[in-house]
Each structure stands twice: as structure tokens, then as C-alpha cells.
């Protein structure tokens, strides 16, 4: 055990974000820390650096353990260059290296306890240098800043001139540079291209220290972690395994509980209804037994019913005509800023149903693209040709879509003026924006708050085309996978650009990779296409390349299979239906049975309490032996109804 949270609690006036944290983080472990935006998962890590106090609890660290930390926010405003900033993080090595040099000079002229004590630094200096890699530091800052995405003629960038995204990826070359005993992350990719976060990958899994994520980064946190901490309603719980295992897990877990919770309340409803019918027989018998069943259920030990988030985001997208198959034709197109070449000749053809993802290289133009798709911007050369109704939905990353001087009310109102205003607080609320939430201004909204006003428009829209730019930044797990449920159902078309490979492999039909020499088509999704880029299944002559992947002729055997299928099916549900209309009609006859023989019981009662048949022993005795059969019979006719109850209970008996 390197790192251990106990019990840590904090909370921000009356709101309690962390409540009851407990995790360990052994020596070398990768763990990932999720949760939707809000969970506390930045507060524990400041807490976990001592940036904040834990108003409960403690974080316990191995002595002499070293800590990196990479925030959300960096704030650098250095002169030196991204050079000169990494050389600075080996600075200790280099210090070794030169106090070596020195020993080294000083060793040949000194004697005696003065050499010996030379020599014990010297040991001791050189067996730090090279346990630390001294003798490569200078290949080991040019590989990780290349490794960020920085070109060798930016390393004499001055870091003040950069861009955040910039200073971030300085900020974490830093860290790793550092080699601490346990990195934290906090949303490590969003700034980085494929190509670095498969370095930024290799390098992790690579590591000897710890380290410890916050992304929603799915398939990053696959290739990375071995543990999962959720943190859910403030409290954590933990899964081995990468994010796969846990989503899986997570659901299995989930999904029984919802599971014994449905059938408990079944058995509770079932049980009600019996107590209530028995009551209603008023008979001695059948009000004892109703008594008793009630007792019973009043032992039972409830199960709880699944967390269900309250702030869970609702879209749904819907085309309002459906387009042509044609949906875009892209031929010759070319963009240049000065000498800045982005793309030329390019050709595209996207068609109805497809889902087609436009990755690459960060700097290759693909916002561009789509910006001179949607006619924000007009390309060099080229033309853009729309199929026949084509109706286009866009989502800008940098949403300069929305006015920042107008409130999410208006926005949404001014778009579309014919919404009545319930129906505008209804679909905000769909986007977690209620009550006066709805007034505030797009101003002073969070990346997040902005994403979701920009998808509830695009929900509006009612398009056909959805032209989407980085759909899922600013996103939590859960928003970018309700998003991915919507476009999976989606009957329109969408062309998008994203990093998040996990979102493009559950979306994405087809891939383009763009890049300074062309765009390569992939028929598949990102597991595919990287597939066949590394095996090298590329034609590095041709501008627009299509890997057919399986084949879209339907398969007769698969055909014949499926209708087999719903034959069978079809007899199932036939059986089924005759089944459940026997049970009703098994149910009604007994009931029918079992008032008749109470009617019989209380006749016979009742003639056993004439002054004239008591007074008869031979009479009496008839009567009697009579109505014993009789209560005998109806016991037996109880519990036949009791197990046609049970019976018919799960088909149609289910709790609201």
C-alpha cells in the first residue's frame, strides 16, 4: 500500500459531496476514479494533495512517497521555454551528473578519509544517476515532448506565448518527466490528440509508480487501469478490472438488484391482493388466514431499490422528413490559411443511415471541414453538393452557435418562436436546466452547461444531417452515453468529429482519417480501422480509399435462420396467450367455487342452529358430518386459488 483514503467526508455549506470515500492505492497500481460531473472526483484530489482539508477522515501516505499532480486549471505564465521548463524537471539529475564530473576531477588528487568520503559520494551519486536513467535524460525529454505532440522547432517556444491546451501538455510532460512515486491525473486527454494519447497510453502502462485517473475517457481508462473507484451519492465502492469490467460489472450488479427489488414488490402486491380477497370472503377461516400472511409480510426484510439518478440527462433525436440517400458530395475541396496547407482535393460521399467519424492528427483541418460544410466558412476550391432534403442539425465545440448575452430561455424561445413556454422549461429540464435555472446567461455557463443547451437545440431541430464537432467534451460518462443511445437510434445520418474512440466505436458505421496527404475511408469502427492501419491495409496512392470490410449481400442461410425464428416465436406467444386465458378462466371458476361453498357453509351453520334440528341428534349429526365436508372442500379450494394466484401473479399482477 502506497496511498489509503478512510472515511473521507466533505462537504461545501450544506451540500455534502463526499461522504464516506475508502480505497487503497497499492505500489504501481493504475486506478481510475469516475463518477458523473459533480461526484466530488477534483475535491478528492485536492484533498489527497493537501490543496484541501477533508473535513472527516484521512488520506495516509507512505513516508518519503512523491506526489504529481495534473489539474483541470493550469495557470503558467513562465518565460522559459518548453525546453527549458523540462530540462528544469530533471534538474536533480543534472545536478548529480555535474557533482559526478566534479568527484570525478577531485578523486585523483585527494588521499586518504578525504578520497574515501569522495569515493562513497561518487558510489552513491552514480548509482542515483543511472537507477534514474541519467545518462538518457536528454532522449527522454525530446521523446515525451514529442510524445505530447510537440514538433522539435517549438521546443524554444517561450511557454508564456502558448495556448492553454498547450500549457497543459507542458504541464504534463513535466509530471512525467518528474517520475514521482504516484501521478494524478485529472482529465489527462482532453487536450491531446490519438497520436498522444496512444503514447501518453503506452507510457502509463509502462510505469513503475502509480497512478491515479480522473478521465471519462473510456477507452483510454481500458488501456490503463486495473481498479475502478466509483464514487455514487458520495460514497465509493471498488471494482478490479478496466472500465469494460466495471461498466459490466456494474450492470450485472445493478441489474440483479433491480432484479430481486421488482420480484419482492411482485410478491408484496401478490400478497396484498390474497389478504385483501381473503378479508373479503368474511369467513373465520379465511380472515385467520389473511392475518397470518400479513404477519409474515410484515417480517420481511425489504430490498433496496437501485440508485436512479435524478440527474441524468433525456435526448431524443428525431429527423421530421426523411432525406434523400445522397446526403453529401464532397469533390475537389481545398482549404489554406497563408501557407498553411490543410487539405486539397478532397472527396467525400456520405449516405443516408451512415454514421461516419472524421479522425486525425490534431492541425489537420477536420473543424474546418465541417465549418465549410455547414457554410460557416468558404473553402479555396471544390464543390458541396446536399441530396434532396436534406435538413442540417449542427453542434459547434466552440459554441459560437449561442449568444453569450442571452439567457437559456431566450436562446432557446428566439430559435424557436413557435415552442410555447412550457414546452421550452419541459425540454430544458430534459437537459437538467430548471426553475431559475433557466434565466441564466449563456455567459457564465460551464464547457458542460453549454454542450447541453447546444444539444437540446440540436434535439429541436428536428435535422436529418447532424454535423457533430466533439460531441462528448465536457461530458460525463453518463451524458456521452445517453448521447451514444441516441445516435444509435437515430434514424437520420451524422457526420462527426470526436477524440473519444469509445464514443466512435459505438457509434461510427464508417471512419475518414484525414491527413496533410488525404483521407483514407474505413468501412467499420475504431477498433477496425486501427486494425487496418496497423497492419499497413492502406493504398498510400489513392486520395479516398475504401476498405469494404464484410460483406452487405445478404446470407439466405442467415435469412432462412430468421425466419425460423419468428415462426417459433410467433407459436411461443400463441401458447403463451391460450396459457394465460386458461389461468383466468381456472381463476374465475374457483372463486366462483369457493363463494358457493361459503353460501353452502353458512346454510348448513345455519340449520344446525334451528331449535328444531338441535333438538334431532340424528339430524344433527347429518348436518354436521356435512358441514365438515363442506369447510374441508373449501380449505382445499383456498389453496388451489392461493397457487393460481401465485400462478398468474408475474404475468399480470405486476407493480406499477
Not at 74 to 101: F, G, N, P, W
Not at 208 to 229: C, N, P, Q, T
Not at 324 to 337: A, C, P, R
Not at 513 to 524: A, C, E, F, H, R
Request: charged share 30%; glycine share 6%; with cysteine.
Amino acid at each position: 500500500m502506497i496511498l489509503a483514503c478512510q472515511k473521507i467526508k466533505k462537504a461545501f455549506g450544506e451540500n455534502t459531496v463526499l461522504q464516506n470515500i475508502s480505497f487503497i492505492v497499492n505500489e504501481g497500481e493504475k486506478v481510475a476514479v469516475i463518477g458523473i460531473n459533480g461526484a466530488g472526483k477534483t475535491t478528492l484530489f485536492r484533498i489527497i494533495c493537501q490543496e484541501m482539508e477533508a473535513d472527516e477522515g484521512n488520506v495516509v501516505i507512505q513516508k518519503g512517497t512523491s506526489l504529481g499532480y495534473l489539474s483541470q486549471v493550469i495557470d503558467v505564465s513562465s518565460h522559459r521555454t518548453i525546453y527549458q521548463e523540462m530540462v528544469d524537471a530533471k534538474k536533480d539529475i543534472i545536478e548529480a551528473e555535474e557533482e559526478i564530473r566534479h568527484l570525478e576531477k577531485e578523486i585523483s588528487r585527494l588521499e586518504g578519509e578525504a578520497l574515501e568520503a569522495a569515493m562513497n559520494s561518487y558510489s552513491r551519486l552514480t548509482e542515483y544517476f543511472e537507477k534514474n536513467n541519467g545518462y538518457a535524460w536528454r532522449s527522454e525529454i525530446v521523446g515525451v515532448l514529442k510524445g505530447m505532440g510537440f514538433e522539435e522547432d517549438q521546443f524554444e517556444t517561450p511557454i508564456n506565448k502558448l495556448s492553454g491546451g498547450q500549457k497543459t501538455r507542458v504541464a504534463l510532460a513535466r509530471i512525467l518527466l518528474t517520475r514521482p512515486d504516484v501521478i494524478l491525473l485529472d482529465e489527462p486527454t482532453n487536450h491531446l490528440d490519438m497520436d498522444s494519447i496512444r503514447w501518453l497510453e503506452g507510457f502509463l502502462a509502462g510505469y513503475r509508480g502509480s497512478v491515479i485517473i480522473i478521465s471519462h475517457d473510456r477507452y483510454f481508462l481500458d488501456k490503463v487501469v486495473g481498479k475502478v473507484v466509483e464514487i455514487e451519492n458520495g460514497s465509493s465502492n471498488v471494482f478490479q478490472g478496466n472500465y469494460s469490467a466495471y461498466a459490466e460489472k456494474k450492470k450485472a450488479q445493478r441489474d440483479a438488484q433491480m432484479r430481486r427489488y421488482v420480484n419482492q414488490q411482485q410478491e408484496i402486491h401478490h400478497q396484498e391482493e390474497v389478504i385483501q380477497k381473503l378479508r373479503s370472503f368474511n369467513r373465520e377461516k379465511s380472515i385467520r388466514r389473511a392475518e397470518s400472511r400479513e404477519k409474515m409480510l410484515s417480517k420481511i426484510e425489504m430490498v433496496e431499490k437501485p440508485v436512479v439518478l435524478n440527474n441524468k440527462m433525456r435526448i431524443t433525436l428525431e429527423p421530421e422528413v426523411i432525406s434523400g440517400n445522397d446526403v453529401l458530395t464532397i469533390e475537389g475541396l481545398t482549404k489554406s490559411f497563408g501557407d498553411n496547407h490543410l487539405f486539397r482535393n478532397l472527396n467525400i460521399e456520405i449516405h443516408r443511415g451512415e454514421v461516419v467519424g472524421l479522425v486525425g492528427a490534431n492541425g489537420t483541418g477536420k473543424t474546418t471541414l465541417l465549418k465549410i460544410i455547414n457554410r460557416h466558412m468558404r473553402a479555396d476550391a471544390g464543390k458541396i453538393r446536399y441530396g434532396s432534403k436534406v435538413a442540417i442539425g449542427y453542434y459547434d465545440q466552440e459554441q459560437q452557435v449561442l449568444d453569450d448575452d442571452k439567457t437559456i430561455f431566450d436562446e432557446i424561445s428566439d430559435t424557436y418562436p413557435k415552442l410555447t413556454n412550457t414546452r421550452i422549461r419541459n425540454v430544458l429540464a430534459a437537459f437538467l436546466f430548471t426553475g431559475d435555472d433557466v434565466f441564466r446567461q449563456i455567459g457564465v455557463l460551464s464547457g458542460g452547461e453549454k454542450g447541453r443547451v447546444s444539444l437540446a437545440k440540436l434535439m429541436l431541430s428536428n435535422a436529418n444531417f447532424l454535423i457533430l464537432d466533439e460531441p462528448t467534451n465536457h461530458l460525463d460518462i453518463q451524458s456521452r452515453e445517453i448521447l451514444e443511445e441516441a445516435l444509435n437510434s437515430y434514424e437520420g445520418t451524422v457526420f462527426y468529429v470526436s477524440h473519444d474512440r469509445y464514443f466512435i466505436n459505438q457509434t461510427a458505421t464508417r471512419i475518414l482519417d484525414l491527413s496533410p496527404t488525404g483521407i483514407v475511408n474505413y468501412k467499420g469502427n475504431y477498433n477496425y480501422y486501427l486494425d487496418q492501419k496497423e497492419a499497413g491495409n492502406v493504398e498510400a496512392d489513392s486520395d479516398n480509399i475504401l476498405l469494404t470490410g464484410d460483406s452487405d449481400y445478404p446470407d439466405p442461410e442467415a435469412e432462412a435462420a430468421a425466419k425460423r425464428s419468428a415462426k417459433e416465436e410467433w407459436q411461443r406467444s400463441r401458447e403463451e396467450a391460450a396459457a394465460k386465458r386458461k389461468l383466468a378462466n381456472d381463476l374465475k371458476k374457483t372463486e366462483a367455487q369457493i363463494s358457493r361453498l361459503e353460501e353452502k357453509s353458512q346454510q348448513l351453520s345455519d340449520q344446525i342452529a334451528l331449535p328444531e334440528n338441535a333438538s334431532d341428534a340424528g339430524k344433527l349429526t347429518e348436518l354436521t358430518q356435512e358441514l365438515a365436508s363442506c369447510e374441508e372442500e373449501l380449505l382445499l379450494v383456498y389453496e388451489r386459488w392461493e397457487e393460481l394466484m401465485a400462478e398468474a401473479d408475474p404475468a399480470d399482477h405486476k407493480p406499477d
